[in-house]
């Protein structure tokens, strides 16, 4: 039997959704070949869409006998063609897993829902904005009608909950309430060899170097916690470690090398009101300038930044998708788009008084800023933000039509504040010098933002190559991440370990041997594949850890 076919058994889903060989594949399938990166690595030889844990089960245990390499793939809607298949592999793909499980209320007047990981998120903002339409889902009274959120926004509301938790995806208000991460009370966790892990955060700290922790059939699995620290920064680059970590934050941002996320609990809390705007300025100084002040505002949820290569864009190529944008106001080149939480003790006078006297020393106005008072005008303040990426998207995807070469090459770095100006100089600095159309535009509040490379043929292709490759530089070099908020994915790679260096990734590949020790999940993921570090006949994780305590 080919590699990649399971075999039949007692157990197998015969109903489960499947498409069998390369060429069915790319005939039927081929939307699965790719992400929102565009780049295209390979066929797989099966695509199985499971629908229980048990199905994933199934094809786990296949994919860990045979070493056969398995791609998960979720919303595909990454740009760092994480849930790219490679050649051969088996696709896992997870849309058929959607449901939301059940609520349950937190002592904290929030609430726990429990979902299956290929749930998009606008079917959780669905569902919230009228529970009692889904009367199936038990605990439901618990998020009474349109009252309740789940914070993390990562823009693209096609993208599934397990990609998000998978990437630690953060959003415009995770300036406030943080990434992905913070949002998510419990996780299942298929691993390589078919065990599962129920984790409940707090319930699995380090303790004397080690995680400890029971699978669900009572197997015993010690790993060694990570001896480095995460830099504290929005970051989405490796596995994260901090000594205060929990077992669960493991796999929260490891994009599928350790374990299929199979179930998720996220914390949804009460929805604040919200005030928002988008402040236009003459140049980027005064708007950085503002975001400055605003940072200091424990209330302000987001400040997202649109530099005048994003403007000029979006004027020029909102046709595409027919949003109707007003005229910008005169003489103005750049934006923030803010958001605020409203308190009832707040004075809206007061309030705007501040806002008014604050834009006019960073040389701008209320009459400069377009208002989201309510939540019609904010939605349209949102779907302004999330244009630009959807657009550049666009843009690469028929750029690639006319030179196959072309993918998407977008920086998602963030530095430290104290030397986020002097990088975001440079940086464009750089690109200009490169003679690349690009646009820029980001989560200034983090100091996180995106260069987007704009290449057409073949030669600015390589121009954008060469100066993502400076950036990334500049990035280290400044204390920086590789990847803020999309993850490492296939992309990335180098820039990982020239961001951590060999000896964390070293530690980063131990942890991996030690859960997947074929090194089957999500291959070429984070590291390039090294068969040396894969043990090849042995389940034992005892083996497996001293086996890498050598790398
Ligand atoms: C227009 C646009 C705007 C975007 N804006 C943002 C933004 O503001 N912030 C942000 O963070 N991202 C943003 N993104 C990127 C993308 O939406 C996120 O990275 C998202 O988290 C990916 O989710 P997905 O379900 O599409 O995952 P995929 O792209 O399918 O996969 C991403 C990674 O997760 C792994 N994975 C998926 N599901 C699972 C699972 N159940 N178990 C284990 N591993 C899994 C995959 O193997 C892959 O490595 C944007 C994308 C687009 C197209």
Redesign the pocket.
Known sequence: MASGLPNPSAHWNRAMKSVIGAPAIRERLPEILY??SRLICGTPSAAYFPESIDDIREIVLRAHRDHTPL??????????G??VPTDGSIALC?SAMNQILHISRLPDGSACMLCR??IMLSAIDDFLANPAAEQQVPGSEHVSQGRYFYPP????L??????????N????RSFHYG?TRVHVESLKIILADGEALSLRRNEHPIRNGYFSVKTETGKEISIRAPSYVSPRLKN?SGYYADPAMDLLDLFIG???TL????EIGIRIRPKPDIMAGLSFFDKRDYAVAFAGLLRTDPAIAAIEYFDSSALDFLRAHAGAISLKIADFPAGKTCALFWERIESPADSFDTRIDLFERQLSECGSSLDATWSGADERESARLKEFR?AV??L??QRIAQAKRECPAIRKVSTDTAVPGDVFETVFNESVRMIEDARCAYVAFG?IGDYHLHFNMLPSNQAEMDRAVAVYQRLMDLTIKNRGTVSA???V?KLKVPYLRAMYGDAVIAEMKRIKSELDPHWVM?RG?LFEFDEMLTIQDTEDTEKAQRATEKI
């Open positions: 992400d929102e791609t998960i793939i979720g919303g595909k809607t990454g740009i760092a994480g849930s997870l990981p290929g926004d990562p823009t693209e096609s993208a599934q909950l397990g990609g998000t938790v998978a990437t995806a953060s959003g415009a990434a989405a490891s994009e599928g374990g299929i996320i199979a999330h990426p959807e550049i998207n989560h908020e999309h993850g994915g999500s993921n």
